[in-house]
């Protein structure tokens, strides 16, 4: 949970869009409800995605907006083109509702006018992060 809020108050200080958790009561015991409110000032599209591992299975995936984890397709060398996994984030001075499963943990990334893309892999290279590439290493 520290690391949430870790993330969290990052985001707050480097990006100007304001992540607030609802309270407890707003969504089933299953899912985490998450508030993005844009108080970006800009004009431009959010993008949300919600990336990680789900943590009863070990799978690699992401979590839609209504709180689903799918889990990655298999990834290939060359790396492939992930499917579009964005969540449209809310229009300048607005609020969007989200909801995270329990039990995954990872990060939540956002990109302002454009996608972002993201490529499948085989995990390799020590990561269990399928969607980077990785340059050749050495197991030591």
Do not use: E
Not at 15 to 24: I, K, N, R, S
Not at 35 to 44: A, L
Request: glycine share 10%.
């Amino acid at each position: 949970m520290r690391r949430l809020w870790k993330l969290l108050a990052a985001l707050a200080v480097t990006v100007p869009v304001l992540v607030a958790v609802a309270p407890a009561h707003a969504a089933p015991l299953n899912l985490l409800p998450l508030r993005v409110t844009n108080d970006s000032g800009r004009g431009d599209k959010v993008y949300l995605y919600v990336l990680g591992v789900n943590l009863n299975t070990g799978r690699l995936g992401y979590v839609n907006a209504a709180g689903t984890f799918t889990p990655w397709p298999a990834g290939s060398l060359p790396p492939v083109p992930a499917p579009d996994v964005s969540i449209a984030g809310p229009a300048p001075g607005a609020t969007r509702a989200l909801k995270l499963p329990v039990g995954i943990s990872g990060r939540m990334y956002m990109s302002f006018g454009a996608k972002l893309k993201f490529f499948l892999t085989p995990a390799a290279c020590g990561s269990t992060r399928r969607w980077w590439t990785c340059s050749p290493c050495r197991t030591w």
